[in-house]
């Protein structure tokens, strides 16, 4: 069964938001990267990204857009969620290039238009340094 991993917001201020998020609601930093912050309150995460170019925003909503930008999953079976996703009027989106070796990452939309990602375990720990072994 896929599991929700992680909330995407894309903001104009990774840390101002990133310290709204840790004092406000105790949550921690998990990982910084070039593009944002990892937090985590210790079962789901909250990326705070600020993409650099309308490419790396990876839509149509480009690298200015600020808000709910996505929500991912993490699920091993990709072919079969894949086919689970359609089945039940989900549309295939993009698979994001330059993901880690070996990981795998495919956006799709739901019925809404919400945009969301399933991402394989090797992503999830590579790209992320998140620990899914209690998950």
Not at 6 to 24: L, Q, R
Not at 33 to 48: E, Q, Y
Not at 53 to 72: M, S, V
Not at 92 to 100: A, I, K, Q, S, V
Request: charged share 25%.
């Amino acid at each position: 069964m896929a599991k929700l991993r992680h909330i995407a917001i894309t903001v104009p201020d990774i840390e101002a938001s990133a310290k709204f998020y840790e004092e406000t609601f105790g949550m921690t930093r998990s990982m910084i990267s070039p593009i944002g912050v990892l937090l985590t309150d210790g079962v789901v995460n909250l990326a705070i990204l600020k993409f650099q170019n309308d490419k790396q925003a990876g839509d149509e909503r480009g690298k200015d857009y600020h808000g709910l930008h996505h929500i991912g999953f993490v699920e091993d079976d990709l072919d079969g969620i894949s086919k689970t996703i359609e089945q039940n009027g989900g549309k295939y989106h993009m698979r994001l290039p330059n993901t880690p070796e070996g990981a795998t990452e495919v956006k799709f939309r739901d019925p809404n238009g919400v945009v969301f990602d399933i991402v394989d375990t090797g992503y999830a720990s590579r790209a992320w340094g998140l620990n899914l072994e209690d998950a």
